[in-house]
C-alpha cells in the first residue's frame, strides 16, 4: 500500500502509544525503513507486519486496533490535505459512503499504482444503508467499521453498524447494515 497508509498508522501509535513504541514495533515488524514516502507504493505485507506487530507489543485484538486506526484515518486525510476530497464526496453520510469508489478513482490521480476497494450502496433510506465492501485484501473489515464511524464524527453523526455479511465466515464479501441518528 502507498506510504501515505503506513504514515498513518505511524502517526496513530505514536500520538496514542508514543514513538519508542513505534520503534519497538518496527524493529518486531522486521521493517528497516525509518519513514515512509507518502507517494511511494509498498508491499502490502509491510502494513500487515506492522499492525501484527502492534498488536502484539500493545496486547490488542486486530480488530480494535483496525478500527481505531480506520476512525484515525478520517481525521488523518482530513488533516493531511484531503479534507476538500472528502468535503466533494458528500454532503451527507448517505453520500459520501455512495461514493467511495468515485473518491479513489480521484486518489488514484494522484496515486497512479492505487489498489483501491470497492463499495456499493443498497437500500439507502434516511436513517442508514448497507454498504458492500470489496477488496482483494484480507482482513480489513474492522477498518471498515472504523472509517464509518469517523465518517459519522465528521458529519455529527451516531452510526450504528452491524456486520451483516462477513467474509471470514465464507460470504464473497463483507457488508455492513448502518444506522444512523
Ligand atoms: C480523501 C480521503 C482518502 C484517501 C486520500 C484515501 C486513500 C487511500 C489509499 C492511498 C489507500 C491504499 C491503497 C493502495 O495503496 O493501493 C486506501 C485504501 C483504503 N481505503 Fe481509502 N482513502 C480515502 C478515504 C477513504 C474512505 C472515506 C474510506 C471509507 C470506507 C476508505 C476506505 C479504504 C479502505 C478500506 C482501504 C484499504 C484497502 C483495501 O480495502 O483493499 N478510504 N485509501
Known sequence: MYGLVNRALQEFICTHHGEASW???RIT??????FFVRMESYPDDITYRLVGAACESLCIEPATLLRNFGRHWVLFTGQEGYGSLLDGAGSSLQEILTN?????????LMY?????????CSD???DGLTLHYFSERPG???????????LGE???????IRH???RNAGADHDSFDIRIA
Open 23 to 25: 520503534a519497538a514495533i
Open 29 to 34: 515488524a522486521g521493517v528497516e525503513l525509518e
Open 100 to 108: 467511495l469508489d468515485d473518491l479513489h478513482v480521484r486518489v488514484g
Open 112 to 120: 497512479p499504482a492505487l489498489k483501491p476497494p470497492s463499495f456499493s
Open 124 to 126: 439507502v433510506r434516511e
Open 140 to 150: 480489513l473489515a474492522p477498518m471498515v467499521m472504523g472509517l464509518i464511524e469517523g
Open 154 to 160: 465528521r458529519f455529527g453523526k451516531t452510526v450504528t
Open 164 to 166: 451483516s455479511c462477513d
